[in-house]
């Protein structure tokens, strides 16, 4: 988040994080209050129950609590999850995306 990405937020521009119940959570409400301050929509991946999250985020994906090394597999269904919803939002073809024809067959 520092210098660069940090000049992008504004009101127009979300940020989307993970901020699970690990050892890199206090940095991580840092980073998120930071965006806040900017005006930036946050929008956050955090662990069932944090109160804390509740308070800097403007959306919520929640997942169960569970052992730091199993959390990216969570974590990685809800932002998945996101994606897709986001591309039907914006009328992409979900089940036909670009280029997968030539990724597919291309060797």
Known sequence: MKHGPIALIDRNMPVVAIATRDQWYEKMISQL????????????????GDETITEISD??????????????????????LLAYHIAVLRGCDVDQPRNLAKSVTVE
């Open 59 to 80: 959306r919520i994906l929640w997942v169960p609590k569970s052992y730091w090394m199993l959390s990216p597999v969570l974590t990685t269904i809800s932002l998945q």
């Open 33 to 48: 209050q930071q965006a806040r301050s900017r005006g930036g929509p946050v929008v956050v991946v955090a662990t069932d």
